[in-house]
């Protein structure tokens, strides 16, 4: 794992003035935040930094202004929700650099904490313009960057800042960084994989990145039946992308080639109408789908050889469902496995990393979630992650 400066790196940083980029960009439903998540994922560096005597300013983007400015778009919009969470007072900063921002440091006392407006009002935040970077980081003394979720971005506050200011990892970064790298860059073996979704084509790239690297690769999802009809297999009026066989046949080849065991379904759960617990539901071998049947999840003979290939591994990373689990009963597969890798964490025998929001909602909803060793909610981040990318915002933080 690359080396990186964490808050275990600052000496005595009473009086100076913290920078710290976080995610705040928070569900809204009727003027509050219907998820305070990525608040309490920032809150241990803020706490932290403020409890030292820091002066903290907080960095965040809110919905897609595109370098324009809408009130509806102002991170004022949740800073009472970050409040609450924080259990503090803030103080609001229009601004991201200039007078204004002089002015509230001068107001702020050590250990308080100010929130500035949203860093995308401005179109050199996108653009990752070094001059826009460097008049933010002329307020501060030291950069702190908690948000993974926006790692990916090439960003003047996720990625610019770094290269004016001493750079840290916060808290958050840290954990999820530790935890990427015990799943695919120093992960005990045998490593198994699970991704499913509906389309092969959002995740050739992980796909191919993967075979490479894991074991066992456990396909779900619409991506499955895709592969079955690749081989051959006829998957009647099942959600399937018959222009990516070739593909599907040289990720296939290329697992062959790696030693990496790729797991499709054997018996499958169908049914002619998509719908809760539909007349026509029945389970069935994949080669018994009918013309005018639809495959919607994994079958339970499969899940249970599936189970049995998990208890031989020493890591797991889970991208994606199994089957359609917001209807029921097709969540049974995606349940079912997630409960099996929940409780061999719980033994001490997996290392389980999960990751994107169909999975966290999927683990949630399996009351796996929180037994498996780390979920990340970051999105576009995690899933670049697992295409084996480099992302921008945490390369810069490299000593």
């Known amino acids: 794992m690359s080396k990186f400066r964490t808050l275990d790196d600052l000496g005595d940083i009473a009086g100076?003035?913290?920078?710290?980029?976080?995610?705040?960009?928070?569900?809204?439903?009727?003027?509050?935040?219907?998820?305070?998540?990525?608040?309490?994922?920032?809150?241990?560096?803020?706490?932290?930094?403020?409890?030292?005597?820091?002066?903290?300013?907080?960095?965040?983007?809110?919905?897609?202004?595109?370098?324009?400015?809408?009130?509806?778009?102002?991170?004022?919009?949740?800073?009472?929700?970050?409040?609450?969470?924080?259990?503090?007072?803030?103080?609001?900063?229009?601004?991201?650099?200039g007078p204004v921002v002089e002015q509230s440091i001068g107001i702020l006392g050590n250990g308080d904490i100010g929130l500035m407006d949203n860093v995308r009002f401005w179109p050199g935040e996108e653009a990752n313009d070094p001059d826009f970077a460097r008049a933010i980081a002329a307020h501060g003394d030291f950069y702190v960057n908690d948000a993974f979720s926006a790692a990916h971005r090439a960003h003047a506050t996720t990625e610019g800042l770094a290269h004016f200011l001493p750079a840290y990892a916060g808290r958050a970064m840290e954990a999820e960084l530790k935890a990427l790298d015990a799943a695919l860059g120093n992960p005990e073996q045998p490593v198994a994989a699970v991704v499913g979704g509906a389309k092969v084509s959002s995740k050739l790239d992980v796909l191919t990145n993967l075979v490479g690297k894991v074991q066992h690769l456990i396909i779900g999802g619409g991506m499955a039946n895709t592969f079955l009809a690749a081989k051959g297999i006829d998957v009647g009026k099942s959600l399937c992308e018959h222009d990516l066989a070739d593909t599907a046949r040289r990720i296939l080849d290329e697992a062959g080639h790696a030693g990496c065991t790729v797991h499709l379904p054997y018996d499958v759960v169908v049914a002619k109408e998509f719908a809760a617990n539909p007349a026509s539901l029945r389970t069935c071998n994949v080669h018994e789908v009918e013309a005018d049947e639809m495959i919607l999840d994994v079958g339970p003979l499969a899940v249970e050889a599936l189970a049995d290939v998990l208890k031989t591994c020493r890591t797991l990373v889970w991208n994606g469902p199994l089957g359609a689990f917001e209807t029921e009963p097709f969540d049974a597969a995606t349940v079912a496995l997630a409960r099996t890798a929940a409780a061999l964490t719980q033994d001490g025998s997996l290392v389980s990393v999960a990751g994107g929001g169909d999975t966290v909602a999927a683990l949630a909803h399996a009351g796996a979630k929180d037994d498996f060793t780390f979920v990340s909610t970051a999105g576009g981040a995690f899933l670049e992650w697992m295409e084996g990318k480099e992302l921008p915002g945490v390369a810069a933080l490299v000593k």
């Open 16 to 97: 100076k003035v913290a920078l710290v980029r976080v995610d705040l960009n928070l569900p809204m439903q009727e003027g509050r935040a219907s998820d305070v998540t990525r608040v309490e994922a920032a809150m241990p560096t803020i706490l932290e930094l403020a409890d030292k005597g820091a002066k903290v300013l907080l960095l965040a983007h809110f919905g897609r202004p595109a370098g324009k400015r809408y009130s509806t778009m102002s991170t004022s919009m949740v800073q009472g929700d970050v409040e609450r969470v924080l259990n503090r007072e803030i103080m609001f900063i229009p601004e991201v650099s």
